[in-house]
């Protein structure tokens, strides 16, 4: 019985996660990406010292937001024109893992960038 009580706690915990996750993205956003609207862009160096290069497929602006582990927004830049961008955030980012979310248009992505 304990067996069936743990699974049932995971499972749920899980389950909660995940729509806490879903319905903080979607009070941002009232987005969902798919397939459809998918961006596709390189992000180099990574892991980064906290200088990075951005370089969108399509020529069309975008923004760059990034998140702390935590949740916390320690980056925001909005209309970049540039389809190859290099953001210098050494002074701004400490060591860790961050979420960059870029969107262009109706178009959304969210990588995941390391800094050492």
């Known amino acids: 019985m304990k067996k069936l009580t743990l699974i049932t706690v995971l499972m749920l ?7 806490q996750i879903d319905s903080e993205e979607n009070i941002e956003s009232n987005n ?27 020529d069309e602006p975008y923004n ?5 582990m935590n ?4 980056y925001n830049q909005e209309n970049i024109q540039d389809i190859r961008a290099r953001l210098d955030l050494t002074s701004t980012l400490s060591k860790g893992l ?10 959304a992505i969210v990588k995941k960038l390391i800094i050492q």
């Open 71 to 74: 949740g916390n927004l320690v």
């Open 32 to 58: 969902v990406v798919g397939i459809d609207n998918y961006i596709n862009v390189s992000l180099y160096p990574n892991p980064s010292k906290g200088y990075f290069n951005i370089e969108m497929e399509k």
């Open 13 to 19: 915990n899980a389950i909660f996660a995940s729509a």
């Open 98 to 107: 961050y979420h960059v979310r870029l969107t262009q248009g109706n178009n």
């Open 64 to 68: 760059v937001v990034i998140y702390a």
